[in-house]
């Protein structure tokens, strides 16, 4: 069972760890998922939201969950 307002997926990959919220072209992060998002950047997490198909809020575009990790851990 997933925590409310935790993002979907958490990712270690070449010793990052990255979390990652998965939302359609028009969805939205609730009030809840933001304050979590935030709070957890705050404390340094690597937190991102990915829009599908394919693009990753304020960092890039992707085809393959490789390529996802690889615009992440830049």
């Known amino acids: 069972m997933q925590q409310s307002g935790l993002p979907d997926r958490l990712v270690i990959w070449k010793g990052v ?3 990652i919220e998965f939302k359609s ?4 992060l609730s009030a809840l998922q933001s304050a979590v998002h935030k709070q957890m950047t705050s404390r340094g997490a690597h937190v991102y939201v ?3 198909p394919g693009i990753v809020e304020g ?9 996802l990790l ?4 830049r």
Not at 25 to 28: C, E, L, P, S
Not at 70 to 73: E, G, M, V, W
């Open 17 to 19: 760890t990255i979390f």
């Open 50 to 52: 990915a829009r599908m």
């Open 70 to 73: 690889q615009l992440l851990i």
């Open 59 to 67: 960092v890039g575009e992707f085809s393959t969950g490789q390529e």
């Open 25 to 28: 072209a028009r969805g939205k």
